[in-house]
């Protein structure tokens, strides 16, 4: 066994943390050059930390030893979403994932269809009406954010208009409590970001709780008879799927597939795509390899182990770093190009490769409803439009906290279009 490559340096003075977060990409493309190795540890929010930029080391790390390394979030996250299936691990994890598992999948599904198809008509309509170009990030988390809200507590944008605002204000706060110093303090003038966003959270679950004894249909019906452990219960479920997170999600990949797919250099793409469901399906996997919503996520090893050949001390942090995984060149020919046409070749029936919601068997429960999601906002786009970047010349460099996405919303300019096949 091999020492892993890099130094995790010395407390608090060799942390990276800053200088990771300032800049992912380089961060981690720098290490894998200077230490020739896509596995390589560094010190990442004081802790020893490896980061994992392989698909070999990836795979290992969430399906092979899933049961050595347990899944590693701060009490800040706990505390604001309590005992939840994101948070849990071993049988307990694994028992909540297999109640809340027919949620999201197979004729499950069904039922949100046409919630998804009227959400989803209702935000793209009249895109091409627009007299200035459309910020398209703030469009698609409008869009995914009336969508979660529609599913998960059957609020209705339109009919419920000042409940849809209020929950996606507090939804907002709550959602500040992840990105503030976790310290609870409130004076009379004045309470810290944390504060508030628990402030926030207690308001989410009595309007949850009151949709929950509602005699409402839908999914919200289905989560009331899900036998959940005692430490947990529908409505911490409800809030962590109602949160602000899973609409930046699903925007930061409809941003990504917009900006592709932009130009009338992409028409053949977007004809294609159009008539072609598989070879769509191949770019929403091309889009979801180049740009993953999530940068990755973290595990802590129970136990002295290794990872791909190198000893992996107990209590060490391991972080897949997805973007990187998904640029592996051992797997992925031309990894920096965009080539729907690499999952009909090379790459085909090789998806389980990817990890922009995890993998294994604590992956993202709902990948499949994601999907569904995706598909439908997309096709539409395809269905209706031609798109253009107005104006052409804008910055569209990527920040990747809390989701990949340009820095500067990107202003898209949307036609009508008449191609018909």
């Known amino acids: 066994m091999s020492q892993i490559p890099g130094s995790s340096g010395y407390a608090l003075m060799g942390d990276k943390s800053f200088e990771f977060y300032k800049d992912p990409m380089h961060f981690c493309n720098s290490r894998i050059h200077s230490n020739g190795s896509r596995i390589f540890q560094a010190r990442l929010l004081n802790k020893p930390t490896i980061f994992v930029c392989s698909v070999k080391g990836m795979k290992e790390l969430l399906c092979e030893k899933v049961n050595v390394f347990d899944t590693s979030y701060t009490a800040s996250m706990c505390k604001l979403f309590g005992d939840t299936v994101c948070f849990t691990n071993g049988e307990e994890a694994q028992l909540l994932r297999m109640s809340l598992m027919q949620l999201f999948r197979g004729k499950a599904l069904d039922t949100y269809a046409d919630c998804i198809n009227r959400v989803c008509a209702r935000n793209l309509k009249d895109l091409s009406l627009s007299s200035e170009p459309v910020a398209i990030y703030s469009l698609f988390k409008r869009l995914a954010t009336e969508l979660v809200l529609a599913i998960f507590l ?32 409130k004076v009379s003038v004045w309470s810290s970001g944390f504060s508030q966003a628990l402030e926030a959270k207690q308001k989410l679950l009595k309007i949850i709780s009151e949709h929950l004894k509602s005699e409402e249909d839908g999914l919200i019906s289905k989560i009331r008879d899900v036998p959940f452990p005692e430490n947990t219960n529908a409505a911490q479920h409800l809030l962590l799927f109602i949160s602000a997170l899973i609409p930046k999600a699903l925007a930061s990949l409809l941003t990504s597939f917009t900006l592709e797919l932009a130009g009338s250099n992409k028409i053949s793409v977007r004809k294609r795509a159009q008539e072609n469901e598989d070879y769509l399906n191949h770019v929403l996997l091309e889009v979801e390899r180049l740009w993953p919503s999530f940068i990755g996520g973290r595990r802590i090893a129970k136990q002295d182990t290794t990872l791909c050949g190198y000893k992996v001390p107990k209590g060490y942090l391991a972080l897949f770093v997805a973007f990187a995984v998904h640029r592996d060149p051992d797997i992925f020919d031309d990894p920096d190009e965009f080539q729907p046409e690499r999952w009909s070749g090379r790459n085909a029936g090789q998806e389980k490769l990817l990890c922009c919601f995890g993998n294994g068997s604590r992956n993202c429960i709902g990948i499949e409803l994601n999907n569904m999601i995706l598909k439908t906002a997309v096709a539409y786009l395809l269905n209706h439009y031609s798109w253009d970047l107005d104006p052409p010349s804008q910055s569209l460099d990527y920040k990747w906290l809390p989701v990949s996405r340009p820095t500067e919303d990107p202003k898209i300019k949307f036609t009508s279009w008449t191609y018909k096949t």
Request: glycine share 4%; no cysteine; charged share 10%.
């Open 154 to 185: 059957n609020v209705d944008a339109e009919e419920s208009a000042a409940l849809s605002k209020q929950i996606t204000q507090l939804s907002t706060q709550h959602w500040h409590g992840l990105i503030s110093a976790p310290v609870n303090v």
